[in-house]
Nanobody
Framework: QVQLVESGGGLVQTGGSLRLSCADSGRTFNRYAMGWFRQAPGKEREFVAAIIWNFSVTMYTDSVKGRFTISRDNAKNTGYLQMNSLKPEDTAVYYC???????????????WGQGTQVTVSS
């Protein structure tokens, strides 16, 4: 069973970078598509990026295109979200998730991590 744990969040200034990691202790991660979502205070959870299990296809929400990069290392059962040129509006709790289907819809994802806080100061 997939068991996801995020890390790498923190406080960064506008224009800075962070790399989030998502480790699967269940060691079945390579069978699933992986997604990153975020939720800001008072807002609904929103899709950020996703990558198919064999790395061949990725997709991003428009607001992060060109700034964020999703990747994964199936040998390490770990996924990543490299975030560059961060903006205050990127401030949120970031969640990784795994699903049988490659999708931007949160309802498709069966497994979720606990989340990691990203705060971008202006």
């Amino acid at each position: 069973q997939v068991q996801l744990v995020e890390s790498g969040g923190g406080l960064v200034q506008t224009g800075g970078s962070l790399r989030l990691s998502c480790a699967d202790s269940g060691r079945t991660f390579n069978r699933y598509a992986m997604g990153w979502f975020r939720q800001a205070p008072g807002k609904e959870r929103e899709f950020v990026a996703a990558i198919i299990w064999n790395f061949s296809v990725t997709m991003y929400t428009d607001s992060v295109k060109g700034r964020f990069t999703i990747s994964r290392d199936n040998a390490k059962n770990t996924g990543y979200l490299q975030m560059n040129s961060l903006k205050p509006e990127d401030t949120a709790v970031y969640y990784c998730a795994a699903a049988d289907k490659f999708s931007r819809s949160a309802s498709v994802y069966d497994y979720w991590g606990q989340g990691t806080q990203v705060t971008v100061s202006s």
